[in-house]
């Protein structure tokens, strides 16, 4: 076997019903990291609204901060194609990863 061969083999896309099992899985992680945003957000306000003085100190903006790139950095990790690891970013994705072309919804 000649060393092109192994690297096509590498290449190969993985098994399909894994594939959109895993999708399915990041898909649902997805909506649940977009729920705790929104609640985030929405706590975030009242607090500002109700109790604006407890937003005031340097360490409340470090902690929403930090909150806010721990979040970003589990979104940037999660939503990502199972096949080939392509960042969906904000794309809506509509059955077909648009980076290697597999099927990821029926
Ligand atoms: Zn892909």
Redesign the pocket.
């Given at each position: 076997m000649s060393l092109f061969d192994e690297l096509r083999i590498d290449r190969t896309?993985g098994e399909p019903v894994a594939i959109k099992a895993e999708y399915r899985v990041r898909a649902r992680r997805q909506a649940w990291l977009y729920a705790v945003l929104i609640a985030l957000l929405a706590s975030g306000g009242i607090l500002n609204h109700y109790r604006p003085e407890f937003l005031k100190p340097i360490w409340a903006r470090v902690v929403a901060i930090a909150i806010m790139l721990v979040w970003f950095g589990l979104q940037l990790r999660n939503w990502?194609?199972?096949?080939?690891?392509?960042y969906f970013g904000k794309r809506r994705i509509k059955s077909q990863?648009?980076?290697?072309?597999?099927q990821?919804e029926d």
């Open positions: 896309p990502r194609c199972p096949g080939c690891n392509m990863c648009p980076g290697c072309r597999v990821l």
